[in-house]
Structures are given as structure tokens and as C-alpha cells.
């Protein structure tokens, strides 16, 4: 303290960096008696935070906290990512030379003993030397698995949808598939995906897990931007493709992906699991015997996400309505049994949540509403869905009860059960017709959905 004194002339300094670790609260009280007036503390280690408020007020003195890595959940400025990017390219630059603290280095192999002796003085800065570049890492790991027989299925992507509803949705399936290979950005994620499920390998190739001939079916659950290329190269190595909503960020994708399904003659499935589920099939029977125009109304309670959120951003996520609203799109084209005529935008919110209200004319007359909310109490059902006709109106509740008034033998409800969304229904699907070559949803409805979904994404209110 007395040195930082005298370096400034007695004045105080701007700021103080803290990068200390003890439990003892005498670091972050003298970097404030040691600031200037309306100086600044940064802890960047962990230190005791018991202030001493006299410290503080005296001069007026900031103390922030850093998030020293950056924002974990983004990958631009800031960010984690952007932030190691750059000081490796200083690194590499010359511009931050780290020479004068590698005390010294040691073969990987020998990783725990150097871990072991870091608390040794010695120890400044350890590199740890890999095996030359062509040995270091395999990018396919096989596991041991019994013999089964299946169809052989590889899953793109190892996220929470994946691993969280997928994955055991799929091996809890009757007719369970061979999970052949689970393939991830993150070698990791997928190592301990194909853990966990009973994949036959992992790897972060897709081109290898493509080559495998005993894949018959590919899932691709990758982030947004990534869907239509590797949905095209699934296609075009004569794979089935299951393609997680959405298809695709735009219009001239869409098209490439449906060129590809085309010339490969394999099925292309998107999952739209919601037209899979049991009341939406219950209600689409009872709309089939009912005669003249019906009004639809879907109200989404789809709650806020972060503002880094990566569905948020058009170049990945490609935004909230071509990104999940796609699925009541689906629901309604499936519902009316009627092509979209056209689509009117009514609001769209300004909170950046990617909120939008849009009205939707059938060709058969039918006209339907999407409420995609973001702003609604949480304790709110997550998705209703209301029809009516003349004299008669049914209600479908959180997937979990249909009531109508006007018409009988229509009330269905599912006691105590969680909402069932058709995830397992959608599935079955999917396998099922494989075989015989018979596509769950019409390619050309999949392809109408999803142009009207971009389309809708760009509309403003």
C-alpha cells in the first residue's frame, strides 16, 4: 500500500485489480483506502468481502466484481470465446509474451504429478506437450456393445434437447432402435451422451458417422444454422433424415434441402411432434366430421429467455418464431387439413423476446390465430388450443384435456398425467416408415411450413 502511495505522490490511484486469494478481507479494504476519490476496485480472485464501509465512503470508491473469463453464454464480445480468441491471437502476434513465466514442461502422460506440485514455488507456469499432432486425438472412440439387431440410427448434436428429451424417448421407444453413434462439436458431450445411452461410438466427424452403413437414420438436434447443410449431406450419403424444427434459416436452404430429399428418395422428417400427439389427433377425428369453416386459436406462453439467448440471433438461432412457433404453424396446417392461403402479422413485440401475433387463412376457408407470448405470468397453462364452428367450440388445455361445448363424446382428459406433445407418437412414426418408404408428414407440407415460418420470422407488426 505504501508503494502504490508512493508511486502516485500521495494522490491515490484509479484502481485497484485484486487478484488474491485468501479468505481474509484485508486485500479489498486497503485497495480502497489506497484508490483516489471515485477510484475502483475489481476483485478478480476470491478475497473475504466483509467492507468496511468508512473505506468505501470516504472517497466514494466503486467495487466491482469481474467475470474474468467473460460471458459464458455468448460468443461475441466479451464473451469466453471472443475473449481466449484474442489473447491467443496476441500470443501468437508476440504481442503478450508469456516466455518469462513457463517454469517448465512436462509430457502430458505425466499430468496428475504436475497437477500434484503446483503448489510448489517452482511452479509458475506448466506446459503440458501432447503427442504429435497426427496421434494426439481420435476423433471416433468405438465402446464395447453387445450384438443387437435394430435399425441403426446416429444422432447429431449431445445438447439438454438431446440428451434431456430425445435420447430417452428414443430408447424408451417399443421397437428401440441400435443407437449407432452420437457425434458433438464437443467430443465430450458426445462421449458422455454415448455413456450414458448405450451409443456404439462417439465422435466429433460427421463425415465418418455418415459413412457407417449400418446407419439407416440420421437425427440432426445440432443449433439452428447447421441444420440444412448437414441435413443435405445426410441426404445425399442415402440416409433418412430427422431434422429437429426448424428445417432451415431461409428460404434458398429450404429449397436446397428439399432438392436433396428429393433426388435421394429417403424420407425427411421434421419434428413436428406436436400433429403427433394423442388429443391433437383426438381433435383432428372430431374436426373431420364437422362441416363449414372453423375459426383456431393457439395462445403460446413461451416465457423470456436470456438476452444472449442463442436462439435469439437471426445468423443461429434464427429467432423464437421460425425457431419453436414453427410448431403450432404445423399444428394448425395439420389441424385444417387445408393449405395456407396467407398470413397476416398483427404485433410483434419490441422487448426482444421475438413475441408475434399473426392470423392465418386456410385455402379451405378456415382462418387461425398464433399468440407466440413471452410476457405472461408463469403460472399460466404453456399452450391452449380453441375451435370453433357453429354452435360447437372445443378446447385443448396444456395437452393434457379437450373439452367441447356443443359436441359430444369429444371431452378426453388425461388424469394426472403430464402433458403428452407427441414426442414418442412422432418418433414411432419416423421409424416405423422407414421401412416401407412412407413419410409421417407430406414432404410438401414440411416445406410449406417451414417457408411460411421464415416468412412469418421477417413480417413486423
Known sequence: MAAGLSWSQGQGVAGVLITASTSSDQPVNQAARLCRPRGRVVLVGVVGLHLNRAD??????????????????????????????????????GALKVG????????????AEVYADLN?????????????????????????????????????????????????????????????????????????????????EAGTDISTALADPATEAVFITTRHH???????????????????????????????????????????????????????????????????PKQFKININAGSLPADHWTLPAAVGGGRIVGEACHFIDLLRYLTASPIRAVQCRTRGT??????????????????????????????????????????????DNWQAVRATGLTGVDCRRWFAAPDKGHTQALEAFLEGIAPGKAPIPLEQIIEVSEWAVKMQEMVG
Not at 431461409?250 to 403427433?276: D, T, W, Y
Not at 387461425?368 to 405472461?376: A, K, P, S
Request: aromatic share 8%.
Open 351 to 396: 422487448d426482444g423476446q421475438d413475441a408475434g401475433c399473426y392470423t392465418l387463412t386456410f385455402e379451405n376457408g378456415d382462418t387461425g390465430e398464433i399468440n407466440y407470448l413471452t410476457d405472461q405470468p408463469a403460472h399460466l397453462p404453456k399452450e391452449s388450443v380453441e375451435v370453433s364452428g357453429k354452435d360447437w367450440t372445443i378446447h385443448l
Open 120 to 200: 510448489q514455488a517452482r511452479a509458475l507456469g506448466v506446459i503440458l506437450e501432447y503427442a504429435p499432432a497426427e496421434a494426439a486425438f481420435a476423433r471416433q472412440i468405438k465402446f464395447e456393445r453387445p450384438l443387437s439387431s435394430g435399425l441403426g440410427v446416429t444422432v447429431m448434436g449431445a445438447g439438454n434437447f438431446t440428451t434431456r428429451t430425445l435420447l430417452p424417448a428414443l430408447i424408451g421407444l417399443k421397437k428401440k432402435p441400435v443407437l449407432r453413434c452420437i457425434v458433438s462439436a464437443q467430443g465430450a458431450t458426445a462421449y458422455f451422451a454415448a455413456q450414458k445411452f448405450g451409443a456404439s
Open 56 to 93: 468505501f465512503y470516504r472517497h466514494e470508491i466503486s467495487f466491482q466484481v469481474s467475470n474474468s473469463y467473460g460471458n459464458r453464454e455468448s460468443t461475441g464480445p466479451g464473451s469466453a470465446h471472443e475473449n481466449f480468441g484474442q489473447a491467443l491471437r496476441w500470443m501468437a502476434e
Open 226 to 292: 447447421q441444420h440444412a447443410e448437414q441435413a443435405i449431406a445426410a441426404l445425399q450419403a442415402g440416409k433418412n433424415v430427422w431434422v429437429e424444427k426448424p428445417l432451415a434459416l431461409s428460404l434458398p436452404e429450404i429449397e436446397a434441402v428439399a432438392q436433396a430429399a428429393r433426388r435421394s428418395g429417403k424420407i425427411l422428417m421434421v419434428g413436428f411432434n406436436r400433429r403427433f400427439a394423442p388429443l391433437a389427433v383426438h381433435v383432428r377425428r372430431t374436426l373431420d366430421r364437422c362441416v363449414g
Open 100 to 111: 518469462p513465466l513457463i517454469s517448465s514442461r512436462a509430457n502430458f502422460a505425466a499430468a
